[in-house]
């Protein structure tokens, strides 16, 4: 009489469904938008298929569309009309995405949660996400707190739920939590992009949102792929400086680092998965090679089972449409 014990008793029917740990929702999901100021009608990214850019008059039927499909939140990232080397078209009262705010929250209201990617590297004319010091090609960590400052509390006035701040520069939540609080919006959430690492799996997000940059790279800000115990720390510091959810990004190249985040601090954790992933996945099912909505539905259903509560996703209306 051997095996006593078998684990396939619990793998059939409806069975498997009633001892499932894991389950994927809707309210699971941030759909990620981006809003173009230079363009009239939609257009495509290349690299990301079913990705598109959207002119402002078009950027609250695609909030509706996500609304409809019980998708809870999107985030919004700007391209400007104008760049400069010191971002200053990503803090102004109309500029776009301070606009594409209110256009959405003056249509749904509390049916949608508005969350803003708040970095200069769209807005700069170098590309890189803080002010630069030419001559040494440095990323000037301080005085990039004050912009940072501006850009969230004009998120905010826009009516923005929730400010999530990635550009990886030391002090930024503090820095953005003071302004904030300063400028009377001391209910307005931080989601911090806590753990970014330099990756290259950004590639495709570059085209989308033009934010490739001129010289260097990320890496004297992003973390190195290499080190986990210095996530931790980046998470700690900033929950001691105001963070109410931390983020790990990417996603499926990092999920010890999604495991051992939620276990540490048993934060709201939220993981991105990024456009490098989204694209490899699109590649591959266009070329026959895997089946899109499986290896979809499994890639992040493993990035939940690995302790993410939220996942910013370019799949975000794919999945929903499934799961309905
Ligand atoms: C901007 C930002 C980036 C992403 C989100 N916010 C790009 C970067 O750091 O280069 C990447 C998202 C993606 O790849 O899907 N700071």
Redesign the pocket.
Known sequence: MFPHVRMRRLRSGKIRDLVRETELSANDLIY?MFVDETIDSTVDVSSMPGVQRLPLDKVVDDAKDAADLGIPAVVL?GIPEHKDETGTCSYGDEDIVQQAVRAIKEDLGKDMVVIT?V?M??YTSHGH?GVVDFETEEVLNDPTLDILGRIAVSHANAGADIVAP??MMDGMIGAIRTALDDGNFKNTPIMS?AA?YSSA??G???DA?D?GFQFGD?SAY?MDPANSDEAIREVELDILEGADMVMV??ALPYLDIIYRIKHEFKMPTAA?N???E?SMLKAAAEKGWLDEKQVMHESLLSIKRAGADMILT?FAKDLARMLK
Do not use: I, L, N, T
Request: hydrophobic residues 20%; glycine residues 8%.
């Open positions: 990620p990232f990617d970095c590297c769209e996400c990635s550009g992009y970014k799996f950004y495709p997000f570059r949102a934010s990320r992003q990004k990417p991105y990024v456009s490098g989204y370019y």
